[in-house]
């Protein structure tokens, strides 16, 4: 086989068995940031052995053994280092009993993966890191993505991402962090933690924060797979199944949320002969499935509904905003965010008209939270131009403008503030 295939070949199992090889990694050897060195060392021996003796029937087995050696060999060699009063090195544990580890580590051969994968997500979303450094671990680890690719992904430098990714592991070790799925009443907690790390990968790649792009379709893939991996692996979890619609739902508008120049395009005004019918039918249905599972419907539920109205409104003039706005009402209500309290204001707007959605508006004006957020001056510059209070809607969108750090919605937010000014004039 040529090393050109041999490798070819790898990528792709590599991109199938690296979260698999991790995940039981890192319980055997209780460390996660060995259990990822001793993952890429199997690699490594992969891309040396491959290219002369072809592709093993069961690369993911193969790649198993290499490492689980490496761990062996690595654990021998400390022992031997104490031993003789050396000091130990960092990551495995010396005071494991070897056979114990070897044990697990031969059993991992023909074990279902299934916890060990669940594990990780719980392990790298730990509330004990920062918000940034939960993203980024999910992503390095979860994701396969590289420090690069995360790196260019939030516009950082790659040293910036690497340090934060290498701290990430030593917080989760400095603070004994066990690698298990959290029981009892820690495990909704665990798991909000989980899915909102998901959903701020999501959004960043549905609406980029910074940059030249609207979007960032790498990360809106890489949150959409780790949501259905997620609802694999807790299918009986209906926020779970919440947020996989969620974002399913809000995904279909990709391909129509931008124009040929890459100019953002608002929902109102979208050819949705363009929108992804497949994911709207895949999203309805994991909505359906999570109302199934009864119980009060939780923010990803409630917010999906709220994307299950735009997505089966075929003109925007059939949307059902008296729906949206009830629903963002009771969101507000059960869990409540100035965000949450923009978008019902929003809806209000759309629902009953322009003059109350400016007083829902102008209530949050004092909102801290609000008082560099782009989207609530440009909202409220949208109801003053539906007024023809122009002049007014003129300076919020400049002031809009000037708030954001995407360099298309800021000329798309100059543009309307033109526009304004041509009307006022007219």
């Known amino acids: 086989m040529s090393a050109s295939k041999a490798h070819e070949a790898l990528a792709e199992v590599w991109k199938n068995e690296s979260v698999k ?50 761990a062996l060999n690595l654990l021998r060699h400390r022992r031997m280092a104490m031993d003789t009063h050396e000091r130990s090195g960092p990551g495995l544990d010396s005071h494991l009993p070897l056979e114990a580890v070897e044990a697990a580590l031969e059993a991992a051969m023909d074990e279902d993966v299934h916890d060990d994968v669940l594990r990780l997500v719980f392990t790298a979303c730990h509330p004990v890191l920062s918000r940034e450094a939960r993203v980024a671990l999910t992503l390095r680890l979860l994701g396969n993505l590289s420090t690069g690719e995360i790196a260019r992904a939030f516009l950082a430098t790659e040293p910036a991402i690497a340090q934060r990714i290498v701290r990430a592991k030593h917080t989760l070790a400095e603070a004994k962090v066990p690698f298990e799925v959290p029981r009892g009443p820690e495990l909704g907690e665990r798991l909000a933690s989980v899915l909102e790390v998901v959903y701020l990968i999501f959004n960043e790649g549905y609406l980029a924060s910074a940059g030249d792009d609207v979007m960032r379709p790498a990360l809106l893939g890489e949150a959409l797979r780790l949501g259905q991996l997620l609802a694999e692996l807790a299918p009986e979890e209906p926020e779970v199944l919440g947020l996989l619609a969620l974002m399913e739902l809000q995904a279909s508008r990709a391909g129509a949320r931008t124009d040929a120049s890459g100019e953002p395009v608002l929902l109102m005004e979208q050819d949705r002969a363009r ?64 965000v949450v309290h923009l978008n019902h204001a929003i809806a209000v707007s759309r629902a009953v008209g322009p003059l109350e959605g400016l007083r829902l508006l102008d209530a949050l004006e004092a909102q801290p939270a609000l008082a560099r957020y782009h989207l609530l001056p440009s909202a409220r510059a949208d109801l003053l131009e ?38 006022g004039r007219g």
């Open 275 to 338: 929108w992804d019918r497949a994911r709207i039918e895949r999203g309805l249905l994991a909505l359906e499935r999570a109302g199934g599972l009864g119980g009060v419907a939780g923010p990803y539920q409630l917010q999906a509904a709220i994307a299950a109205c735009h997505a089966r409104a075929l003109t925007p003039e059939q949307t059902d905003w008296p729906r949206i706005a009830s629903l963002y009402a009771e969101l507000a209500e059960r869990h409540p965010s100035p």
């Open 21 to 70: 090889l991790i995940a039981v990694l890192a319980r055997c050897v209780r460390d996660l940031g060995l259990a990822e060195e001793l993952a890429h060392d199997a690699l490594v021996a992969a891309l040396e052995q491959w290219p002369a003796t072809g592709v093993p029937e069961r690369p993911g087995a193969w790649l198993m053994t290499a490492a689980r050696n490496r």
């Open 386 to 423: 539906r007024l023809g209070r122009h002049e007014e809607a003129r300076a919020s969108f400049e002031l809009a403008a000037s708030l954001t750090d995407n360099a298309r919605q800021r000329q798309r937010l100059r543009w309307r503030a033109a526009t304004c000014t041509r009307a």
